[in-house]
């Protein structure tokens, strides 16, 4: 079995930081991809940054204030939240795109979600 576990999500002042976790655990041939999207109240779910081996992308709204890393030996991706606005309050999704060693084929994989709060 694949799992997913997110954590980091909580409440911050406008102008704070928070670093989002993603860990990823079970029999993994290879991640391929890693990514954060997140979801408002009443809005759709939007992508935030995505990176792969060597590339990383952001929506227009994060660059320069987000920074998405990973660490393969653990398996594990991040989102540095810096300079955070209230807009940016919304429940965080992991999403992995992994190639499973019984499959040996690729899917993507959800995390829960964790809750990120901006307010004064």
């Known amino acids: 079995q694949v799992q997913l576990v997110e954590s980091g999500g909580g409440l911050v002042q406008p102008g704070g930081s928070l670093r989002l976790s993603c860990a990823v655990s079970g029999s993994i041939f290879s991640i391929y991809a890693m990514g954060w999207y997140r979801q408002a109240p009443g809005n759709q779910r939007e992508l935030v940054a995505t990176i792969t081996s060597y590339i990383t992308n952001y929506a227009d709204s994060v660059k320069g204030r987000f920074t998405i890393s990973r660490d393969n030996a653990k398996n594990t991706v991040y989102l540095q939240m810096n300079s955070l606005k209230p807009e940016d309050t919304a429940v965080y999704y992991c999403?992995?795109?992994?190639?499973?060693?019984?499959?040996?084929?690729?899917?993507?994989?959800w995390g829960q979600g964790t809750q990120v709060t901006v307010s004064s």
């Open positions: 999403n992995v795109g992994i190639i499973t060693i019984a499959t040996m084929l690729g899917r993507d994989y």
